[in-house]
Structure formats: structure tokens, C-alpha cells
């Protein structure tokens, strides 16, 4: 079956496109969209472009961030204000990878993928989306949670509060092949603090349900205490609440669940 290809200079016009063709799919990076063409994907009919220069924009205030949804891995990493982002960005594939894959596509990659997504969410981001509904703000969790509806729409940014001191954002990935391979575990947990006790704790799981979740038995164990060795032993033994993860290749649901407190105390000590 032939495959249409369509550009269009405005994100608009590009969203009107995708909301009225079910056969479309919206082509960022690629990583997502010619895999699935490459593997055959019958369903897709129209590929949908669009060379809107707010796709790639990065703005940077003092205390927020928003980044385009076409802006990519490398990108992030070469922008040094963005410096909080490196160690997600960092762990998306290799240099090829990095150089085409985009923010708005990785908030769509299934697990064992999606691993900036997990960051993202711990950063309590907002995600900014176009389509049969028109324009909206959406909180993360939120987007999430109804990913596998918003077919028709397209992510035209995201944005976050930027962290109040370098340690305060903590990311980490468990891999069995480094630094590219699929996650078996992705953590990250932004924790700010307040007269020296943790103050609205958000920590994130990737690979750990069928999309990215939240902590929230570990959150509520740091809530209000100084992030010491009793906190931290809290967080980690309730590390498993609330999970579902699957088995694959890289690791069973079993093995998943046995480790995530162990990493997440790695994590919450910045051990590496």
C-alpha cells in the first residue's frame, strides 16, 4: 500500500491533518514512525510533516523551561542551561538516536523506551497538545494516562520548572546494555526541600506499568523529613507499591519488582 507524505509549514495545519486522518502519523525524529513502516504497519496510510519553527524553540527563564516538540537529544545536550536534562537525554540510544529522536515522540515510546518521559514526569511537566479538541495544556500524569487517546492529537511542547539546586533532580537508568539498550528500570525523583526537609517529592518509574508512573508510596515516605538514611530506607522498602510491570526480554515483572527499591536507595543516597 503507498504512503502519502504531506508537509505543511504550520503546526495548526499539521494537527487539523492528523485529527482527520486516521490513517496519519505525525513524523518527528522517525525513531517511532519508520520502525513501524519499515515493520510493515498497514495502518498507516498519510505520514504528517511540519517545518513550524515552535517545534524547535527552547525557551529558558529563571524558573521554567519549555521545549519544543521537535527539538532532539543532542539538542538538549549541547544547551548548556539544560544541564539538569543531560543525564536523561545522555541515556536515549546512541549518537544516531540522539541526533534524530525528539522530546514529543519519546512521550509516546512504549516501554522498554521512553526513558526522558520518566524524567519529565518527575519534573512535574506540562505538555502542550493540538488536535480535535484544540489547543490545551495538559498536566504529564494527566497526558499519560489517556496517551493511547490522544491519537489525534500532537504535542506541539513541553515545559517544566527548572530545579533549585543541581542535586535536588536525580535521574537514573538500569540498562543491560549501555549506554542504548532498552531500560529494565528508569528512576528520577525531584526533591526540594524546605528548612531542610523534603517538600513535594515527586519520583517517577519507568519500564514499572504500562506507561510511566509515580512513586507516590515512596513520595509520601520522604514528605516533610530530611532526606537521610531512615527517609531513604522509608522510600526504598515501598518502592513496589502500586507497580504492574511486565515481563520482556530484559527483565520479568519478579525481577522488576525485587530491584526498584534497591535502585531507588541508590538513587536517593546519589550513589552511582
Same mark, same amino acid.
Given at each position: 500500500?503507498?504512503?502519502?507524505?504531506?508537509?505543511?509549514?504550520?503546526?495548526?495545519? /499539521?494537527?487539523?491533518?492528523?485529527?482527520?486522518? &486516521?490513517?496519519? &502519523?505525525?513524523?518527528?525524529?522517525?525513531?517511532?514512525?519508520?520502525?513501524?513502516?519499515?515493520e510493515g504497519d498497514v495502518s498507516i496510510a498519510t505520514v504528517v510533516r511540519a517545518t513550524?519553527?515552535? +517545534?524547535?524553540?527552547?525557551?529558558?527563564?529563571?524558573?521554567?523551561?519549555?521545549?519544543?516538540?521537535?527539538?532532539?537529544?543532542?539538542?538538549?545536550?549541547a544547551e548548556r542551561d539544560l544541564a539538569f536534562l543531560h543525564a536523561p537525554a545522555r541515556?536515549?540510544?546512541?549518537?544516531?538516536?540522539?541526533?534524530?529522536?525528539?522530546?514529543?515522540?519519546?512521550?509516546?515510546?512504549?516501554?522498554?523506551?521512553?526513558?526522558?518521559?520518566?524524567?519529565?514526569?518527575? +519534573?512535574?511537566?506540562?505538555?502542550?497538545?493540538?488536535?480535535?479538541? #484544540?489547543? &490545551?495544556?495538559?498536566?504529564?500524569?494527566?497526558?499519560?494516562?489517556?496517551?493511547?487517546?490522544?491519537?489525534?492529537?500532537?504535542?506541539?511542547?513541553?515545559?517544566?520548572?527548572?530545579?533549585?539546586?543541581?542535586?535536588?533532580?536525580?535521574?537514573?537508568?538500569?540498562?543491560?546494555?549501555?549506554?542504548? #539498550?532498552?531500560?529494565?528500570?528508569?528512576?528520577?525523583?525531584?526533591?526540594?526541600?524546605?528548612?531542610?526537609?523534603?517538600?513535594?517529592?515527586?519520583?517517577?518509574?519507568?519500564?514499572?506499568?504500562?506507561?510511566?508512573?509515580?512513586?507516590?508510596?515512596?513520595?509520601?515516605?520522604?514528605?516533610?523529613?530530611?532526606?537521610?538514611?531512615?527517609?531513604?530506607?522509608?522510600?526504598?522498602?515501598? /518502592? /513496589?507499591?502500586?507497580?504492574?510491570?511486565?515481563?520482556?526480554?530484559?527483565?520479568?515483572?519478579?525481577?522488576?519488582?525485587?530491584?526498584?527499591?534497591?535502585?531507588?536507595?541508590?538513587?536517593?543516597?546519589?550513589?552511582?
Amino acid at each position: 500500500m503507498p504512503v502519502t507524505v504531506k508537509t505543511f509549514a504550520s503546526f495548526g495545519e /499539521a494537527a487539523s491533518a492528523v485529527s482527520s486522518d &486516521r490513517g496519519a &502519523r505525525y513524523l518527528g525524529g522517525g525513531t517511532l514512525v519508520m520502525r513501524a513502516l519499515n515493520e510493515g504497519d498497514v495502518s498507516i496510510a498519510t505520514v504528517v510533516r511540519a517545518t513550524d519553527p515552535a +517545534l524547535m524553540r527552547i525557551d529558558i527563564a529563571s524558573s521554567r523551561v519549555t521545549i519544543g516538540a521537535g527539538v532532539t537529544f543532542a539538542r538538549i545536550l549541547a544547551e548548556r542551561d539544560l544541564a539538569f536534562l543531560h543525564a536523561p537525554a545522555r541515556s536515549i540510544g546512541g549518537p544516531a538516536v540522539r541526533n534524530m529522536g525528539t522530546v514529543g515522540g519519546n512521550l509516546f515510546a512504549p516501554n522498554p523506551y521512553g526513558d526522558f518521559t520518566v524524567a519529565l514526569l518527575a +519534573l512535574d511537566a506540562t505538555v502542550s497538545v493540538q488536535g480535535g479538541l #484544540g489547543a &490545551r495544556d495538559m498536566p504529564i500524569e494527566e497526558f499519560l494516562q489517556s496517551r493511547e487517546r490522544q491519537s489525534g492529537a500532537l504535542v506541539l511542547a513541553v515545559s517544566c520548572q527548572r530545579p533549585a539546586s543541581a542535586d535536588a533532580f536525580r535521574y537514573r537508568k538500569i540498562a543491560r546494555i549501555k549506554p542504548k #539498550g532498552g531500560s529494565v528500570i528508569t528512576l528520577a525523583a525531584h526533591l526540594p526541600s524546605s528548612g531542610g526537609r523534603v517538600s513535594g517529592a515527586r519520583i517517577a518509574l519507568g519500564s514499572m506499568a504500562a506507561t510511566q508512573i509515580r512513586a507516590r508510596a515512596a513520595e509520601r515516605a520522604l514528605e516533610g523529613r530530611p532526606l537521610d538514611g531512615a527517609a531513604i530506607s522509608a522510600a526504598a522498602s515501598v /518502592a /513496589a507499591e502500586g507497580v504492574s510491570p511486565a515481563d520482556n526480554a530484559l527483565g520479568s515483572a519478579w525481577y522488576r519488582r525485587e530491584i526498584v527499591g534497591v535502585h531507588l536507595r541508590r538513587l536517593l543516597s546519589g550513589l552511582e
